[in-house]
Nanobody
Framework: QVHLVESGGGLVQAGGSLRLSCAAS????????MGWFRQAPGKEREFVAAISWSGGSTRYADSVKGRFTISRNNAKITVYLQMNSLKPEDTAVYYC?????????????????WGQGTQVTVSS
């Protein structure tokens, strides 16, 4: 079992930055790929970024590529999402998720464990 808790959300002006953290419990965290997803009001949850168990591979949604960076610290059992040049359309609840099969999928079904989410609001 893996328990995930996100933090770092908040209100920021367009063009600003935030860093989200996802703290995990469970000794198997370092074996799992991790992903970040987001869900805006009235919209489906969508993929944002993923990172392999080692941190050596990453992938991003086209909408955030070049602005967001995913990273992880297995010693601290934490994964991060650095978000720069934020836009109002980035406003959403952001979720981290764990993928035991290390597929780094953009789909939700491959992720077995989810956090409760953290709200990010970008004002124009």
């Amino acid at each position: 079992q893996v328990h995930l808790v996100e933090s770092g959300g908040g209100l920021v002006q367009a063009g600003g930055s935030l860093r989200l953290s996802c703290a995990a419990s469970g000794r198997t965290f370092s074996r799992y790929a991790m992903g970040w997803f987001r869900q805006a009001p009235g919209k489906e949850r969508e993929f944002v970024a993923a990172i392999s168990w080692s941190g050596g591979s990453t992938r991003y949604a086209d909408s955030v590529k070049g602005r967001f960076t995913i990273s992880r610290n297995n010693a601290k059992i934490t994964v991060y999402l650095q978000m720069n040049s934020l836009k109002p359309e980035d406003t959403a609840v952001y979720y981290c998720a764990a993928d035991p099969d290390n597929v780094m999928s953009t789909g939700l079904r491959e992720y077995d464990y989810w956090g409760q989410g953290t709200q990010v609001t970008v004002s124009s």
